[in-house]
């Protein structure tokens, strides 16, 4: 029934690929609204009842990173930025304003639709990954000067808040709850993004890292709490 049905929000310039976008998504069983410019998806973004947004980032009016910043400050709906470059600052800067994912045009409408697919259930709860050596969760995970609150979804370093995007805190929660595991990027994607079977962002997982990394280490080029094992991946170790 309609009712059920995921509701996405299109935030693109090109007719053609708006166009494309909102058959295939109504295909898949969503139903799609349309934004031409920056201006429109923001007043669509804030007065509409999205399940997610699809945000690209060149846009007339009001570029998708002011759009991405001004919704992040009341709403929590996933955000997938849209962009033609491959630069990594861009990325960088998207996850560092509250985008969840990103996917650089020309981009594949089936990997597009999985990626759609696993942010809505990451963000509504309908993937939760149970890590730990038991069957539930940890509320609170204490390493050295860190402590993750996952009852209240909050982090602190020596008492103070750190402010972290829902990817970031999620991919800290994964890796401090499997202390001394060292999981691959290809794995990570899968459990902390949810992309099953897709191997071919991996950078993904690199930007992410860098962004949390930034927040939480001293120096983020000689992390303490998140390393890196050369050709295999990254992991918390155990004191």
């Known amino acids: 029934m309609a009712e059920n049905k995921k509701k996405i929000l299109v935030v693109e310039d090109e007719k053609k690929i708006s166009q494309v ?3 295939n998504l109504m295909m898949a069983g969503y139903l799609c609204d349309v934004a031409a410019d920056g201006e429109e998806g923001l007043r669509k973004a804030l007065t509409g009842d999205y399940d997610l947004i699809l945000l690209d980032l060149m846009l007339p009016k009001r570029d998708g990173f002011s759009v991405c910043k001004e919704v992040r400050k009341t709403l929590a709906t996933p955000i997938i930025m849209v962009t033609a470059k491959e630069e990594l600052d861009d990325k960088l800067m998207g996850f560092d304003i509250g985008a ?8 594949s409408v089936k990997l597009l639709l999985a990626r759609i697919k696993a942010n809505i259930r990451r963000y509504k709860g309908e993937v939760v990954e149970k890590v730990g050596n038991d069957s539930s ?4 995970i204490i390493i050295r000067e860190l402590e993750i609150d996952n009852k209240n979804y ?13 990817k970031e805190y999620e991919l800290l929660y ?4 499997h202390v001394g595991e060292v999981f691959e990027r290809e794995e990570l ?4 993004w949810g992309y099953e079977g897709y191997y071919g962002g991996i ?4 930007v992410a890292m860098s962004r949390l990394r930034a927040k939480i280490e001293k120096v983020p080029a000689e992390p303490e709490y998140i390393r890196t094992k050369r050709s295999k991946g990254y992991y918390i170790p155990e004191e």
Not at 100 to 107: E, G, M, N
Not at 189 to 192: A, G, I, M, N, S
């Open 189 to 192: 994607l899968v459990k902390v």
């Open 174 to 177: 994964f890796l401090a709850s």
């Open 154 to 166: 909050r982090v602190t370093k020596n008492g103070k808040d750190i402010e972290l995007s829902n």
């Open 203 to 206: 950078r993904t997982v690199d």
């Open 21 to 23: 976008l909102q058959v």
């Open 100 to 107: 969840d994912d990103y996917v650089t045009k020309p981009f």
């Open 137 to 140: 969760t940890e509320d609170k």
